[in-house]
């Protein structure tokens, strides 16, 4: 069956409302002609892949006009389990096809809402139900239509799940979470069995492995077999120009000319305790000016300030009206931890505000470096760039008439009463700061954010609430970009960038249709053997990301102290001088010997200062890469050695070295082991002299850089999973 789709009425609508693009267009058309000529189901659903905050849901609201006007009768949106979220997705449904709704053309309902009294003249109209995935709103679905309303069942529906990650069919997070979910899940099976004609869509931007695992996969030799999820047609929703999101938090940052060069600013760990609750042997709140404690805490909310009046102040002066700005602080999950943190910056504001009052000249000084700091990413765009007195009277004026609003956001009653009639966060005033946890970041979208205070505990990442963090992902003017930051530490930065890679590695899949082949997913046993890794339980912040011309490094590491490390240098000097050529051209170095020389450069790192590298998955993606390819040098890996190094250990920005093969005089390895990595992985040995003017210890030590073959199948390595 492959019948041509008719553009009605719903979809002639809802395309005059929102000018779709030719891609979303094509996007949406794809997508329900996917849905209406195969068979969906819970282990082969339709997939709609989108970005975080990229125009996932006017796309499947698109999908769902679209569907209306060919024979499809309802659509059941079922909504991740918060009260906000719900409420979000409810008014924007009802924004979208309100000319539909004021003509009796369709009715909208929230199902915890539904009328027991509906009769056939409204039962006959197109229906939407926004549904919550929590086990009281999937009943009340149930009885809608089996109980008081069974010639529902009859009707042809489109089932959505929206951001469909761990309270959808496929994914289990915890022994915790698991009876929940089942019976989540459960209740979504048994609807759609009981139904006569249902198509199944699930809307993402959290791609979960499982979609992606190959039924057979060959590791060590021999063929193993998964049972994996799969979606029966995949469709990518198209990310328009003015998208920000990874590429240019993670990847332009590191391009010195790019505005996103500025974007992120470091903070140290010890300020995220204080963070966690009073504790006056750390930090006096009388302090809150003054105490180095909390000074990055401080120093962004103040930024923060800065920055909205120069955007407000570039509108005035184009005769435009002032938007209004906002600034999430996420650390904790915890409420005791956000009501300290509410006490902390409301002093600070308090403060900041006697200050204004009464010694201007003080507020003029903290604003000045601040005011620096902006305005170089300022220049690079070329606009008008207010001057300085001018950003500083006008501080001192919004102060004083207290135009900056503190607002703590950490339950479902309290995010419901602060939602706009469209359900996004509310922002009240000219400047809003938002403190809370995790409710900010199921889906809730924050309008206007130029700064983001992060601090969740890397070492349990996963991919869905990583991403879902990420509320400064979405469409961006250009100009908010130059006064926007972000502000998280060292640690989480890095790991944030690795979940980046992941991420991008599953796109990069559906974008070039390789996971027709499925994408490989190992670890190591008991028995230091790679096997395949039940993908659902995978730990994020245990993965390492292969794919062609890749790199992997450690960064952010310290070495021992000289003394210390000099028998381990002198070991690895040996073996390299047995195998390296004087030519200095790369040479075969069989695996043992390249695991020997990786072991004995763990041993030189000081584990307990700087970022622990995780050598198991660096050894263990060399062991898959040097063996599993088929190349004629199976069991070797390439090698390229340099030395006399003097490369440091942090930049000038702030950021750990990560580009230690990138000299800029002359060819760099990294350039050519891509042009000689085709089916045997390079290993790169650079020795460094270490000097302390430079960050290290004192003393010389190898660093070593592991670039993938360009044929390597993308491949997700982890070292740790999910019990």
């Not at 009046?309 to 570039?314: A, S």
């Not at 011309?549 to 240098?569: D, E, M, W």
């Not at 584990?607 to 063996?627: N, R």
Request: net charge positive; glycine share 6%; hydrophobic share 35%.
């Amino acid at each position: 069956m492959n019948e041509q789709l008719i553009r009605g009425l719903f979809y002639k609508g809802l395309l005059k409302k929102n000018d779709y693009s030719p891609e979303t267009e094509k996007c949406i058309f794809n997508t329900l002609k996917g849905l209406k000529n195969k068979k969906t189901t819970a282990n082969k659903p339709g997939m709609l892949l989108g970005k975080i905050q990229s125009g996932k849901t006017k796309t499947f609201i698109g999908i769902t006009g679209l569907a209306f006007d060919n024979n499809y009768d309802i659509a059941i949106i079922l909504t991740k389990g918060t009260k906000a979220l719900t409420r979000q997705t409810y008014e924007r449904l009802k924004e979208e096809f309100s000319s539909f709704q004021a003509h009796d053309k369709i009715q909208i309902y929230d199902i915890m809402n539904l009328p027991d009294n509906l009769i056939q003249y409204e039962l006959n109209q197109k229906l939407i139900f926004v549904v919550k995935k929590e086990i009281h709103n999937l009943r009340r679905l149930h009885k809608a239509f089996f109980e008081q309303y069974p010639l529902l069942q009859n009707r042809k529906i489109l089932l959505i799940d929206d951001e469909a990650d761990f309270a959808s069919v496929g994914f289990l997070k915890t022994k915790k979470e698991a009876h929940e979910i089942r019976a989540i899940a459960g209740e979504i099976d048994q609807f759609r069995k009981k139904v006569d004609d249902i198509s199944f869509l699930q809307v993402t931007a959290t791609p979960y492995s499982l979609y992606l695992q190959p039924e057979h996969l060959k590791i060590n030799g021999s063929i193993q077999e998964f049972q994996p999820v799969k979606p029966s047609f995949t469709e990518l929703v198209p990310v328009s120009d003015g998208y920000i999101g990874g590429e240019y938090y993670f990847e332009e940052s590191t391009r010195k000319r790019s505005i996103a060069s500025y974007l992120y600013e470091a903070i140290p760990p010890h300020e995220l305790a204080v963070l966690k609750k009073p504790d006056r042997r750390r930090f006096k709140l009388e302090e809150a000016l003054t105490s180095k404690r909390i000074e990055s805490l401080r120093t962004a909310l103040l930024q923060f300030i800065v920055g909205g009046i120069i955007r407000r102040l570039q509108q005035r002066k184009m005769s435009k009206r002032g938007m209004k700005y906002s600034f999430i602080v996420h650390t904790e999950q915890a409420k005791a931890a956000h009501e300290w943190q509410e006490t902390i910056v409301v002093e600070m504001k308090r403060k900041l505000q006697q200050m204004a009052a009464e010694q201007p000249l003080v507020l003029y000084k903290l604003i000045k470096p601040l005011y620096a700091n902006l305005k170089k990413s300022l220049e690079r765009i070329k606009g008008e760039i207010p001057t300085l007195q001018d950003v500083q009277h006008e501080t001192c004026f919004y102060l004083q008439n207290d135009y900056v609003l503190v607002t703590k956001v950490n339950s479902e009653k309290e995010i419901s009463e602060l939602l706009d009639d469209k359900g996004q966060l509310k922002l009240r005033a000219p400047l809003n700061i938002f403190i809370g946890g995790q409710i900010l970041d199921r889906g809730i979208t924050v309008q206007n954010l130029i700064g983001f205070y992060y601090g969740r505990n890397p070492r349990t990442f996963q991919q869905d609430t990583v991403l879902q963090h990420s509320r400064m992902f979405g469409y961006r003017l250009k100009k908010d970009l130059a006064v926007t930051r972000f502000y998280t530490t060292l640690e989480i930065y890095q790991m944030m960038k690795k979940i980046h890679e992941f991420d991008t590695s599953l796109r990069e899949s559906f974008e070039k249709k390789s996971h027709e082949r499925g994408v490989v997913f190992i670890r190591r046993d008991e028995d230091e053997k790679l096997v395949p890794c039940s993908p659902n339980k995978i730990l994020l912040s245990k993965i390492v990301a292969l794919k062609p011309l890749k790199r992997l490094l450690p960064v952010g590491f310290q070495t021992g102290y000289k003394s210390n490390i000099a028998k381990h240098v002198k070991e690895i000097d040996q073996i390299i001088e047995q195998r390296k050529r004087e030519d200095g051209k790369p040479f075969l170095l069989p695996l043992t010997e390249a695991v020997k020389v990786i072991r004995k450069i763990k041993l030189t790192h000081d584990e307990k200062e700087g970022e622990s590298w995780d050598d198991a998955a660096f050894l263990s993606s060399l062991t898959y890469l040097s063996k599993n390819l088929n190349s004629k040098h199976s069991g070797n890996v390439l090698c390229i050695v340099r030395e006399n190094r003097n490369m440091s250990r942090i930049r000038s920005n702030h950021r750990y070295e990560d580009a230690p093969d990138t000299a800029s005089n002359v060819e760099s390895e990294l350039m050519l082991a891509k042009r000689i990595a085709i089916d045997t992985p390079v290993l790169i040995l650079l020795r460094q002299n270490g000097k302390e003017e430079n960050g290290w210890r004192g003393g010389p030590f190898w660093w070593p850089v592991l670039v993938t073959p360009k044929n390597t199948k993308t491949t997700i390595f982890t070292g740790g999973v999910l019990e």
